[in-house]
């Protein structure tokens, strides 16, 4: 059973920067593929980016292409995502997302293990 936890949520203004983390427990790290998904109000949970095992491999959204990088150590069991030139329409919930065996990695059914969410808010 792998454990994720979000950090680094916040209020931010537009054109601003975030730097989320997500610590993963209990299993082994370097196994995952890691992803970021984001659910704003009133809205279906949609995949922001992916990184696979050894990082050789990152996926993004069209929507945060250029502003967004996700990037992980394995020896710290952390997957990160730095947020820059954020806009209002990037306001979610933000979730660190787990799966040993995803091949479709913007898909949400593919992943076994979720954090609890780590809210962004970008203020006009």
């Known amino acids: 059973q792998v454990q994720l936890v979000e950090s680094g949520g916040g209020l931010v203004q537009a054109g601003g920067s975030l730097r989320l983390s997500c610590a993963a427990s209990?299993?082994?790290?370097?196994?995952?593929?890691m992803g970021w998904f984001r659910q704003a109000p009133g809205k279906e949970r949609e995949f922001v980016a992916a990184i696979t095992w050894s990082g050789g491999s990152i996926y993004s959204a069209d929507s945060v292409k250029g502003r967004f990088t996700i990037s992980r150590d394995n020896a710290k069991n952390t997957v990160r995502l730095q947020m820059n030139s954020l806009k209002p329409e990037d306001t979610a919930v933000y979730y660190c997302?787990?799966?040993?065996?995803?091949?479709?990695?913007?898909?949400?059914?593919?992943?076994?293990?979720w954090g609890q969410g780590t809210q962004v808010t970008v203020s006009s």
């Open positions: 209990g299993g082994t790290f370097s196994r995952y593929v």
């Open positions: 997302a787990a799966s040993s065996h995803v091949v479709r990695v913007a898909i949400t059914e593919e992943y076994d293990y």
